[in-house]
């Protein structure tokens, strides 16, 4: 018994000797490798450098101009943004050099004659106005809120004071045109809407477009928060070809940021367009006719501020002039 007891302790200790030696033998072979792999390295800064690829980033000199490749505009939670432009959708011709500021108002100027008409649009929010003070005030056309759609409920609304501003506007000789404020969620809705404009205008002479005024609610939950795209631009067509089928000349209000974010251009560029854009000279790059480009105007004839626009054609069919110490 003792002696098995001697042959199994010696077992062990030849076993352990065995582990022992053949980790010593790792040990040094590891060694060799990571000492002969450091004198084989060589340091990065004598690197080959064409070993690493640098990015090649393509700038033309032009690539950020309003040149057919792309727009820039600022946008208040990304800043400078970029977004592409359409080859299809008819660029502007406006040369906003040729705008002019005189007396508040803002001229489309070639040579030292006025090319533009000068214009304001208004809604029962302005009270009771003195159009013959508005036209003596050097205004020739007024866009005249029709009604609008409420954002919560999507109840349709007649302004109040329609009726009486289209026609002391047109006592007073002054040309007009009408807009609608939609909140429509679906095309039946834009139809409907462009149904209650006609109803209102039967009757009346109106020169100037018939205008499908789409917006935003920015300040509180409204029915159209979650239109898309492609909705608002069937609903911008429905109401456009309604107006059209009428007789009547069909136009698109809308702001430089909404258009160039959420307006389908390609499918709409065939109307007319109203872009509201308020400063010195408009920066928007596609075709628009008329140009409101203030919100807080003053005009003889109308209580408070008012918006101010001019128009680049000539929808009244008469040749519109200016004198130089007022808008006509």
Request: hydrophobic share 40%; with cysteine.
């Amino acid at each position: 018994m003792a002696s098995a007891n001697r042959k199994s302790a010696l077992f062990k200790v030849i076993a352990l000797l065995e582990a022992m030696i053949i980790l010593f033998m790792a040990v040094v072979f590891v060694g060799f490798i990571f000492i002969r792999g450091g004198k084989d390295a060589v340091p990065a800064a004598e690197q080959d450098p064409e070993v690493r690829t640098r990015p090649v980033i393509e700038k033309e000199e032009t690539y950020y101009q309003l040149d057919g490749k792309k727009i820039l505009m600022h946008d208040t939670t990304l800043g400078e943004v970029f977004v592409p432009v359409y080859s299809d959708v008819p660029v502007s011709d406006i040369d906003t050099d040729k705008i002019v500021t005189r007396n508040g108002y803002s001229f489309y100027m070639e040579g030292d004659t006025v090319k533009s008409v000068t214009g304001v649009d208004i809604s029962e929010h302005q009270g009771e106005i003195d159009w013959g003070k508005v036209k003596g005030a050097g205004i020739d056309f007024a866009m005249i809120r029709a009604g609008y759609r409420t954002y919560g409920g999507g109840v349709v609304t007649m302004d109040e004071s329609f009726t009486d501003n289209l026609e002391k506007a047109h006592a007073a000789g002054i040309d007009t045109g009408v807009y609608f404020f939609s909140q429509a969620t679906t095309t039946d809705e834009a139809i409907e809407e462009a149904d209650a404009v006609l109803d209102a205008i039967s009757g009346y002479e109106i020169k100037y477009p018939v205008v499908y005024d789409w917006e935003l609610i920015f300040d509180d939950h409204a029915r159209t928060d979650d239109v898309g795209v492609e909705t608002l631009a069937d609903c911008c067509i429905a109401f456009c070809e309604r107006v059209r089928s009428a007789g009547y000349t069909p136009m698109i209000y809308q702001n430089k940021s909404t258009a160039m974010h959420k307006l389908d251009l390609p499918r709409l560029k065939d109307y007319d367009f109203w872009l509201a854009e308020y400063g010195d000279k408009p920066t928007y790059y596609y075709k628009y006719d008329i140009w409101q480009y203030s919100s807080d105007g003053t005009v003889p004839g109308i209580n408070g501020r008012v918006d101010l626009n001019i128009c680049f054609r000539d929808y009244s069919g008469t040749e519109q002039t200016a004198s130089e110490d007022g808008a006509t």
